[in-house]
């Protein structure tokens, strides 16, 4: 059955001039013409799935890769194609010791691109870091919720996946963690291109937490990540590498 829908949707994607390879793990690899096709494909597919499944639970990331994403599930919406109302979503991670209400943090980020526009209800977001959702307290609110249907994922360019930095060994629960400066580099959008200015520590979920999830969706765009991309879905699965990890997922 596998084999037979792999084989349907490789001739729907060369037909769109795309590219569906499958590596040795169960890691299926699209890679499509431009990075608005790549964000707006993965834009209809979670449109798909909340209309497939309206009380669907959503592990949503940020980072600048997930804008067009978030812009194209509102335009969705608009157009009446993606409905929020009974989904539950749970952020990957957050800064901490920031002021509530922070423009520079990932609730503001997500309000801004996608929560302030679209029906989700008050209260079916979560983020790790209020403090009722302490570390694995969180894990815990995820599972009481039904667990994640769905996980959607950046990738940095040094592996990281939410803000698991490449480490000796990964933490499997949501956690406390230290930001590289490489990170923290990148996150400089949210801070007016000041790098200093970045939180040095925030709360992520753990590599259990994502993998947990039924499915893994990993989006990157641009060449940039292309090397890292390959690292992670046909290199060795390794913590130096915690978007290899995913890997051993089955979806
Ligand atoms: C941050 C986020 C990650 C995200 C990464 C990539 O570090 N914590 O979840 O995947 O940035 O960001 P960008 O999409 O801007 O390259």
Redesign the pocket.
Known sequence: RKARSGSRRRRHWERCSCRLTRTDSDVQVLVLPTPDTAALAVAGFLAQTLRRAPDVVLGL??????IPVYRGLVRLHESGLADFSRATTFN??EFTGLPPGHPGSFRAYMRQHLFDHVNLPRGAAHFPRSARTKGSAYDRLIERAGGLDMCL????RNG????NEPASALTAETHRVKLKAA?RR??A?LYGDRPEKVPKFAMSMGIGTILRARAVILLALGAAKAEIVRAATTGPVTARVPASLLQTHPN
């Open positions: 990331p940020t980072g600048r890769t997930m990957l991670d994922v950046g990738i940095g990281h996946i939410g803000f990170t990148s996150n959008y």
